[in-house]
């Protein structure tokens, strides 16, 4: 059985290690997360896990199991993240860590040894950072950290191969981290929407991740004197971006109705230039973020937001001056056998389950790439997420890392 | 005579004193600043005229005129300023001040010596600068620097006081700076606007300064997660933010075409909260930027727009947080007197003038609460300013530097 009051404690304890004055900020590659990861390694080793830092820079706690030695029936995994957006949450990431750690000292407690061996992850950087690429340590256990996203660079210059170095990851061997010895790969996380509160469900099995695209795109018109430019002579920039950003709005709101699964689109990043209150905008940049289950529609709404670009631009007598698709992420399927596991552990505790989509990004992506891999969510009040106020009841987390555990039992004894 | 050849080669000095790798910058209160006027400094006293910083911060540099101690006519002044914005040009400012040099030097060359005391002004800080506030040392001039603007702060949070006493001003003695001796205040400025050139014009009279309103405005909606929040129940403050701008964008073109003088209304600073590339804005800002000749359609025009942000918020699902009017300036109308002389001065070299509005503010607006004041303008290329672009021929400076010096010998005559 789960300590659902450990459980808790472990948790209240991450979310004090954070920047003080931007509670609950854990940024990868900074020193609060190194703290977070040293405080990580005391509590994986209380358990017995041998802990490593893989080349991608992954923490990774291992517990032997009866039959590696033998006839290897493979590595049974879980985890999730500890690092966290900026005001970022004590329950994103943190709380996949943190349950299987609780799974594995339930196991503990009950003197089970698993057949599988089980290794529990700490994933480097699943947030975008300062370097622009999410998901990083699992990119790397999935093969998928190429020369061009090494030579991605944060702060002071720094390139994502010389950040990975430094926290303990080893670029050199990157092509170690590479993993096809694991056998299943589940991963707690919290619903970081509004479903499961809404319908009053304690876990939701992951059916899939939604697809994500980034676009950016920039207008170019021309700059002029706000006093002197005469309103019958301007070619605003910001006006075509106004434009656009409705028009795509609507759009996306239709997508989204279609029947086609899961689908959002958003502009969360504009930059006016150059920005000064004196100066009609000469130029504007804005990066729109698109998931999508359904791949067809994804690029049927990325073509249709080019026309849109066009349009506004040529509404506005300015430019649509680039218009490119950043990154792609394909969606990702869960793997049948492992869902099933899930709603089979949740059914037979009579806890309440449904199926859902993740709109939201995680390493179980890259994992489906070289594993079998499923995800169990728990509820997030009011859908909140990536913010100070992201909460889920203790009740709630135990039951997930209840389930977890449960279906970690299954998948050793299949 | 205008030694045009000299003034052109202290434009081409001035435009030399630049950060280097952002021509033509000398943002007022840095090192590069200092380092413009020490030029001026040398120059002036080159000129026989006696130089000193003001409580205000203002350089004046003064030749007594042969009234000054019996029955003393006031001092007849001139000038410009000689900060930019950022990127700001080569003659925005600058032109005047050493155009005004022209002028004395032209005086001095023919052996004149004037009735009137007269000054040559290098006002402090006409442009926005980082401590939020414009025409610095000419509101000092007007006694219109009071505590609220005192206590502006700027880079590392020195107040605009503090930053005033640094470079030479003595703000404990700011009423010594106050002018109620001044008989006539003449400035030469670039256009910065298109007209002049479009209709072959030499020169502008300027008949008055719109007004300037700044009004801060903020859209709140609900942050929430870009690949988890569902279409249907967003509350995107961008999207109210677009609305607005379109919306009042299309009221300030009917109101430009109303025929009740200038006006013209620019969004050119826009903030997007939190501005992550996964998150759905859960607050946005802007300024506005609105100017008038006509203070009642300015006052029609902002009501206006208070209720198209209700309007816009209502739509989205947002709240109009705040709508704020952080700045005010009235219109100015220059001196009749002045711009009869402006007028006789080109007429009588048969240099072609036209009557026309200044949509940019200047320093003439405080200037002109104290003493008649008007302005002079020199065609701009392609209307424009604060840019590198920024462009006034040769022909023209002198053109306009040789009304300014008719100007002030008929004003010395009167
Ligand atoms: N789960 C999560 O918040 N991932 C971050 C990447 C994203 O979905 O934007
Ligand atoms: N003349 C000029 O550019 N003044 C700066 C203040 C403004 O008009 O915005």
Same mark, same amino acid.
């Given at each position: 059985?789960?300590?659902?009051?450990?459980l808790?404690?472990?948790?209240?304890?991450?979310?004090?290690?954070?920047?003080?004055?931007?509670?609950?900020?854990?940024?990868?590659?900074?020193?609060?997360?190194?703290?977070?990861?040293?405080?990580?390694?005391?509590?994986?080793?209380?358990?017995?896990?041998?802990?490593?830092?893989?080349?991608?820079?992954?923490?990774?706690? !291992?517990?032997?199991?009866?039959?590696?030695?033998?006839?290897d029936?493979?590595v049974?995994?879980?985890?999730?993240h500890?690092?966290?957006?900026?005001? @970022?949450?004590?329950?994103?990431?943190?709380?996949? &860590?943190?349950?299987?750690?609780?799974?594995?000292?339930?196991?503990?407690?009950?003197?089970?040894?698993?057949?599988?061996?089980?290794?529990?992850v700490?994933?480097?950087?699943?947030?975008?950072?300062?370097?622009?690429?999410?998901?990083?340590?699992s990119?790397?256990?999935?093969?998928?950290?190429?020369?061009?996203?090494?030579?991605?660079?944060?702060?002071?210059?720094?390139?994502?191969?010389?950040?990975?170095? !430094?926290?303990?990851?080893? &670029?050199?061997?990157?092509?170690?981290?590479?993993?096809?010895?694991?056998?299943?790969?589940?991963?707690l996380?919290?619903e970081? @929407?509004?479903v499961?509160?809404a319908?009053?469900?304690?876990?939701?099995v992951?059916?899939?991740?939604?697809?994500?695209?980034?676009?950016?795109?920039a207008?170019?018109?021309?700059?002029?004197?706000?006093?002197?430019?005469?309103?019958?002579?301007?070619?605003?920039?910001?006006?075509?971006?106004?434009?656009?950003?409705?028009?795509?709005r609507?759009?996306? &709101?239709?997508a989204?109705?279609?029947?086609?699964?899961?689908?959002?689109?958003?502009?969360?990043?504009?930059?006016?230039?150059?920005?000064?209150?004196?100066?009609?905008?000469?130029?504007?940049?804005?990066?729109?973020?698109?998931?999508?289950?359904?791949?067809?529609?994804?690029?049927?709404?990325?073509?249709l937001?080019?026309?849109?670009?066009?349009?506004?631009?040529?509404?506005?007598?300015? !430019?649509?001056?680039?218009?490119?698709?950043?990154?792609?992420?394909?969606?990702?399927?869960?793997?049948? @056998?492992?869902?099933?596991a899930?709603?089979?552990?949740?059914?037979?505790?009579?806890?309440?389950?449904?199926?859902?989509?993740?709109?939201?990004?995680?390493?179980?992506?890259?994992l489906?790439?070289?594993?079998p891999?499923?995800?169990?969510?728990v509820?997030? !009040?009011?859908?909140?997420?990536?913010c100070?106020?992201?909460?889920?009841?203790?009740?709630?987390?135990?039951?997930?890392?209840?389930?977890?555990?449960?279906?970690?039992?299954l998948?050793?004894?299949a």
């Amino acid at each position: 059985e789960i300590d659902a009051d450990r459980l808790w404690a472990d948790i209240e304890a991450l979310a004090a290690i954070t920047d003080p004055d931007r509670p609950y900020t854990r940024r990868s590659f900074s020193a609060r997360f190194l703290e977070g990861r040293d405080w990580l390694i005391r509590a994986f080793e209380a358990e017995g896990l041998a802990c490593r830092i893989d080349a991608a820079g992954n923490l990774i706690g !291992r517990l032997e199991g009866t039959e590696a030695a033998a006839a290897d029936p493979g590595v049974l995994m879980t985890g999730s993240h500890s690092d966290t957006v900026p005001d @970022g949450g004590r329950f994103d990431g943190i709380g996949g &860590v943190l349950a299987g750690l609780a799974a594995i000292r339930a196991m503990r407690a009950a003197g089970y040894t698993p057949r599988h061996t089980i290794e529990l992850v700490d994933f480097l950087a699943e947030e975008p950072s300062e370097w622009g690429l999410s998901c990083v340590g699992s990119r790397g256990m999935a093969g998928a950290l190429g020369e061009k996203e090494l030579a991605l660079t944060g702060p002071g210059g720094e390139t994502l191969a010389d950040a990975i170095d !430094r926290i303990g990851g080893n &670029v050199a061997e990157l092509k170690s981290a590479r993993r096809d010895d694991i056998t299943g790969f589940v991963e707690l996380h919290i619903e970081q @929407g509004p479903v499961l509160e809404a319908e009053g469900i304690a876990l939701g099995v992951v059916t899939g991740i939604a697809g994500i695209s980034r676009v950016k795109l920039a207008f170019e018109g021309e700059a002029g004197h706000a006093g002197t430019t005469l309103m019958s002579m301007r070619a605003d920039a910001s006006m075509a971006l106004a434009r656009f950003q409705l028009r795509m709005r609507d759009a996306a &709101v239709a997508a989204a109705a279609a029947g086609r699964g899961h689908f959002v689109a958003t502009i969360g990043v504009v930059n006016i230039l150059p920005g000064g209150a004196n100066v009609v905008p000469g130029r504007t940049e804005a990066i729109i973020d698109i998931r999508a289950e359904d791949t067809a529609l994804m690029n049927e709404q990325v073509e249709l937001y080019r026309q849109f670009g066009e349009a506004a631009a040529e509404m506005e007598g300015c !430019r649509l001056k680039s218009f490119e698709r950043i990154s792609n992420v394909a969606p990702a399927a869960c793997a049948p @056998g492992l869902r099933a596991a899930i709603s089979q552990a949740a059914g037979e505790r009579q806890v309440s389950t449904r199926d859902l989509a993740s709109g939201a990004g995680h390493d179980t992506v890259f994992l489906s790439q070289v594993a079998p891999a499923a995800m169990i969510f728990v509820p997030s !009040r009011k859908g909140q997420s990536h913010c100070p106020e992201e909460w889920t009841d203790p009740a709630q987390m135990a039951q997930g890392a209840t389930c977890l555990l449960d279906t970690l039992l299954l998948a050793d004894k299949a």
